[in-house]
């Protein structure tokens, strides 16, 4: 396992340029800054977080390959209003398996030029996930309040909510999350020499291990979700 160290400047620059840059004729031209200064220390990243990322999901994709803990910088223009080539951001997630990563929870860490962020949650929940999330509260609304405890400082709960509330008068606690489309708990910082660390490791462990409780919450949605309906 190759020590993380930390990120660096050259590798920020690197995104920012892509902003500007974005041809396969830049990317080609600079493809070893992004290898050495994005991809090295991300890959060394997922192997230290690797043992306590186990310890909370034995059953954790981990190994540090792009497509599986470590996002591509390629983009599907395909299906997207968005044409340019190459993103200018990376991230790294630890999920289980699936069909559709993105419809089921995830732990994530991502870094930009100028911010990062980390933290748990989906990045397009389906309509089952949320109908079976609101009958779990509906069912014991004491024991979800017991595991949104451990969503305090440093992180924060985002989400698109609807318009109008789903139920009329439920406690405000219970309704910021009742009324969400789709959510993630998550910690932003503009304070960007945080990356450059080589503790970033032990700060986004511990902040993931802070959110355990809610982590095994979505994840009995999970499985009730396999159970066949009569």
Avoid at 96 to 101: E, I, L, T
Avoid at 117 to 138: H, V, W
Avoid at 141 to 166: A, S, T
């Amino acid at each position: 396992m190759t020590q993380f160290t930390g990120f660096s400047q050259a590798g920020l620059n690197f995104l920012q340029e892509v902003r500007k840059q974005n041809s396969r004729e830049w990317f080609a031209e600079n493809r070893e800054v992004y290898d050495d200064e994005l991809i090295k220390p991300f890959r060394s990243l997922v192997e230290q977080l690797t043992s306590g990322m186990l310890i909370i999901d034995e059953w954790f994709e981990t190994k540090p390959a792009i497509g599986k803990t470590i996002s591509r910088i390629n983009r599907d223009t395909r299906f997207s209003h968005d044409k340019s080539l190459y993103r200018s951001r990376l991230w790294l997630t630890f999920k289980r398996p699936s069909k559709d990563w993105k419809e089921s929870p995830v732990y994530f860490f991502e870094i930009a030029p100028d911010m990062y962020r980390y933290g748990l949650g989906y990045y397009c929940a389906p309509k089952q996930t949320m109908d079976i999330f609101r009958s779990e509260i509906n069912q014991d609304p004491n024991k979800f309040l017991d595991v949104i405890r451990c969503v305090k400082k440093p992180f924060e709960l985002v989400g698109e909510k609807y318009k109008r509330p789903l139920i009329k008068d439920q406690p405000e606690q219970i309704a910021n999350w009742y009324n969400r489309k789709n959510f993630a708990i998550m910690a932003t910082s503009t304070q960007i020499e945080d990356i450059f660390k080589a503790d970033l490791a032990k700060k986004l462990l511990k902040g993931f291990k802070q959110l355990t409780p809610l982590y095994n919450y979505l994840m009995r949605i999970e499985i009730i979700k396999t159970i066949p309906t009569l």
